[in-house]
């Protein structure tokens, strides 16, 4: 079955500086890569869709990239801010199974001033 | 545009007792889930409907759980009996079309079984 692996550790940056979290899955490759922010007591938060046929998709200082090839998508926000900490998850969508989301375990991300 | 509604947000019950959760997905979406997120872990999901069909429910562990959307708009989901192992937080989302789509989340149902 599908695995999907995050960064396992908790990502600390300073104000300013680009966070760059990974994404990592086994197996076949997903029609679409989705990434999701979550706030602690609340439910995730679409950020981004990436097709598996686009290399990279921008939304304001947000970045994902997708490699087939390495099965590895990147999520990069770029200027951060300590607004921007929060756990990010990556989800796969492969496309034939009804649209389910195939999530990671999140990646938490502190933006310190 | 109203989000997904879910209620209640917080339940403790314990061991052995039954449970329910209600959601009310976006207006006019189709697709209604039950993903199931312990804590430390990432969303899996339990059921997804279409309209008030049933297209997935590989991962429901359907001896105490069931889950029903009578009129293809909202969902309860019922836990029976609950199982320490269930504690977690219950998310409902829903998307208007089946792939290649975002999908909305509620604010999810913590439950604690003790």
């Known amino acids: 079955s599908q695995k999907i692996e995050q960064n396992s550790e908790a990502l600390n940056i300073q104000e300013g500086k680009t966070a760059t979290l990974t994404c990592n899955y086994t197996?076949?490759?997903?029609?679409?890569l989705q990434w999701y922010r979550q706030d602690p007591g609340r439910g995730p938060v679409f950020l981004l869709l990436?097709?598996?046929?686009?290399k990279e998709k921008r939304k304001e200082r947000l970045k994902v990239t997708f490699d087939t090839t390495l099965k590895q998508s990147l999520f990069h926000i770029t200027a951060s801010q300590p607004a921007d900490s929060a756990t990010y998850l990556c989800a796969l969508d492969m496309g034939n199974q009804g649209g389910k989301l195939i999530f990671g375990q999140g990646t938490e991300l502190s933006v310190k001033p | 545009e109203a989000g997904v509604a879910q209620s209640p947000r917080y339940k403790i019950i314990e061991k052995r007792q039954s449970v329910a959760f209600w959601c009310n997905p976006i207006?006019?979406?189709?697709?209604l889930y039950w993903y199931q997120q312990i804590l430390g872990q990432g969303p899996k999901l339990l059921i997804q409907f279409q309209n008030n069909g049933v297209v997935d429910d590989s991962q429901l562990p359907k001896d105490r759980f069931s889950a029903e959307r009578l009129k293809g708009v909202d969902s309860t989901l019922k836990i029976q009996p609950a199982k320490l192992e269930d504690s977690a937080v219950y998310l409902c989302?829903?998307?208007?079309?089946?792939?290649?789509?975002?999908?909305?989340f509620g604010q999810g149902t913590r439950l604690t079984v003790v």
């Open positions: 197996n076949y490759s997903p029609a679409y």
């Open positions: 990436i097709r598996e046929n686009e």
């Open positions: 207006s006019g979406h189709a697709t």
């Open positions: 989302a829903s998307t208007m079309l089946l792939s290649n789509t975002e999908a909305f």
